[in-house]
């Protein structure tokens, strides 16, 4: 039996120990830092109003239900659950909770396991407010992807341009350079002295540089800038043009200034201006008539020379259509010329007829091509005039004085030939040695009378005035009457013709054609060799051609061959005569009759012209 001071004293330890308990459960139940108790099966048994007041529940809506009702994220108060269960301690577990007013709350939390006899009677957690600093944390990542995006985007948009970036810290003085910007000074390292960079600038440029950003440096305001200059690669040792911009501005203290700003690589763009300036300059020099137009036909350039060829100037010409030039007669040779452009071809030594402002019609030779952009593509036309009214008239001249001159020429051998004829004919009384001589006679007149039917005939071409009188006629006759004056020694010749074969055209012209291949073959196969002159089938067309087995014609004088006075001039080719119209005059034959003449050759190895009718 207990004494009664030991009782008395027991009664008051307990009464103490009470009033500590009270004490203790109610500044638990208003402390700030909310708590909880969660039994095995999750369900809440008891909360302090802290832990009501962060979700804004009472207690009849808390207590006794269950704790992952209240979690957004049910995976994490199944882990956190199951680590309690195991007696583990949760740290600073984040998790995400649900207000009564929809709202979702972050949190950590700190929980640990009350086990009796290894068995757990309930958990006993510390919940943490962190939605503002989770919020925050958020908003911190949302700001660094859109910088981060901002950035790439600034970077792409640099990139495209050829844009560098650089920043002057002047109280370090050192510059710092973005990849780009190392390109362009051909720099190793992305930091450089200031020295080092002001002598990448071209020595005549330095000084005003260097006097400008120390301004901007020593400068108490912001400012902008803004300039170029030249600079020596130090790689390369190749002069450059850069432009560059940026922005002084107060880093710190006023005493301390930071220049930042973009540099662009204009070198190409200096050389093209530099180039445009001196192509106006030639343009603008030149003597022939310079003109630009649009694929619709307006004149969007007009050159000094223009003026003066046509009388029109700059200012009355450039917006007008290039019709205001060009007869009415001849406005269908604009499409044909635009048609050209549109396909990219180029148009070479074009003549034609021009209209002056005075209303005088002038002769011209035009050339004229597509103009293109850098992708390639079509986007105007340059037309070079050169004005060959004194050339023409010269022609005209030269066809005239032929023409006088052949007329007069055929009289005088009409009476020889007839004269060397008689002999032959009367040769009883010139006689056998005078006859013989009437026949080589008689050989060379006919040919100086077919020379001089070739100049009349190039004459009347070059005047337009090249006139066909066709018929039928049977083509091995005329072949036969062709080849009839050949050395059948030297010059074996093999006709292959239908005899039944009759042509529709000029006969004379026709005769001209073969004579001149005839002709041709003859002299370009001064060794000899056989001569075949015959036809072939091409289509509906008769295929007529003249193969020798001579020298040959190199490719390199194919092209020119058919142009008028033009000879191959070589060893081979040095001592035979001829004046180069021969081919020039069947060409303008066959293009009058709507057909071409054609050339198979190779040198050593004979030729063959050949046309179809």
């Not at 008028?564 to 060893?571: G, P, T």
């Not at 040095?574 to 050339?599: K, P, T």
Request: aromatic share 8%.
């Amino acid at each position: 039996m207990n004494s009664p001071t030991t009782t008395e004293q027991l009664a008051t330890e307990n009464i103490e120990l009470k009033n500590k308990i009270a004490e203790l459960s109610e500044f638990i139940d208003r402390a700030s830092l909310a708590l909880h108790w969660v039994n095995r099966d999750g369900i809440i048994i008891w909360a302090n109003q802290a832990e009501l007041d962060l979700l804004g529940y009472d207690e009849t809506e808390y207590i006794g239900a269950s704790i992952a009702s209240f979690h957004a994220d049910q995976d994490t108060i199944s882990t956190i659950l199951g680590k309690l269960l195991n007696n583990e301690r949760i740290e600073n577990y984040p998790a995400t909770l649900k207000c009564k007013n929809g709202n979702i709350k972050h949190v950590t939390i700190n929980s640990s396991a009350l086990m009796k006899d290894n068995e757990f009677v309930h958990s006993m957690c510390f919940t943490k407010d962190v939605t503002e600093a989770v919020l925050a944390e958020q908003r911190k990542d949302k700001l660094t992807a859109i910088l981060r995006e901002k950035e790439e985007r600034l970077r792409l948009a640099l990139a495209s341009t050829g844009l560098g970036t650089w920043d002057w810290n002047a109280e370090k003085e050192v510059v710092n350079l973005s990849e780009r910007a190392q390109q362009i000074l051909e720099s190793p390292y992305p930091a450089q002295s200031k020295n080092t960079v002001i002598e990448i600038i071209h020595p005549e440029d330095r000084f005003a540089i260097y006097q400008q950003m120390k301004g901007l440096s020593e400068n108490g305001a912001e400012d902008h800038f803004e300039f170029t200059c030249r600079i020596i690669k130090p790689k390369t040792f190749t002069i450059g043009y850069v432009k560059i911009t940026g922005l002084a501005y107060f880093s710190g203290p006023k005493t301390s200034r930071r220049i930042i700003g973009a540099i662009m690589d204009i070198t190409d763009q200096k050389k093209s201006i530099e180039k445009s300036a001196e192509l106006a300059a030639i343009v603008n020099s030149s003597y022939d008539a310079i003109i630009g137009k649009t694929l619709e036909g307006i004149i969007t350039s007009w050159n000094d020379a223009a003026s003066s060829l046509f009388g029109y100037t700059s200012y009355e010409m450039i917006g007008q259509p290039i019709l205001k030039i060009i007869p009415p007669e001849r406005h269908a040779e604009e499409d044909y010329i635009l048609g050209k452009m549109r396909l990219g071809k180029s148009i070479k030594h074009f003549e034609t007829l021009r209209l002056t402002k005075s209303g005088k019609l002038i002769d011209l030779s035009l050339t004229i091509s597509p103009i293109k952009n850098e992708h390639g593509e079509i986007i105007g036309v340059s037309k070079i005039a050169r004005d060959i009214t004194e050339k023409k008239q010269e022609e005209k001249r030269k066809n005239v004085f032929i023409s006088m001159a052949s007329h007069e020429l055929k009289t005088p051998l009409t009476t020889v030939l007839m004269c060397a004829q008689m002999m032959q004919i009367h040769e009883d009384t010139f006689g056998q040695k005078s006859a013989q001589m009437a026949v080589k006679i008689e050989s060379q007149i006919k040919k100086m009378m077919l020379m001089i039917a070739d100049f009349l005939s190039i004459a009347q071409a070059e005047e337009g005035k090249l006139q066909l009188h066709k018929t039928s006629f049977q083509l091995e006759r005329l072949i036969r009457d062709c080849t009839d004056d050949l050395d059948s020694k030297k010059h074996p010749v093999e006709i292959v013709c239908d005899p039944d074969l009759y042509l529709f055209a000029d006969r004379a012209k026709i005769d001209q054609v073969i004579s001149n291949l005839v002709s041709n073959a003859v002299k370009y196969s001064p060794s000899g060799g056989k001569i075949t002159v015959g036809t072939d089938k091409s289509g509906d067309k008769t295929r007529i051609f003249v193969r020798d087995e001579g020298i040959g014609i190199d490719l390199k004088h194919q092209k020119n061959i058919f142009k008028s006075f033009y000879r191959v001039d070589n060893l081979n080719t040095s001592n035979i005569s001829g004046f180069g119209i021969g081919l020039y005059l069947v060409a303008e034959i066959l293009r009058q009759h709507g057909s071409e003449i054609q050339l198979e050759s190779a040198k050593g190895k004979g030729s063959t012209f050949y046309f179809d009718l």
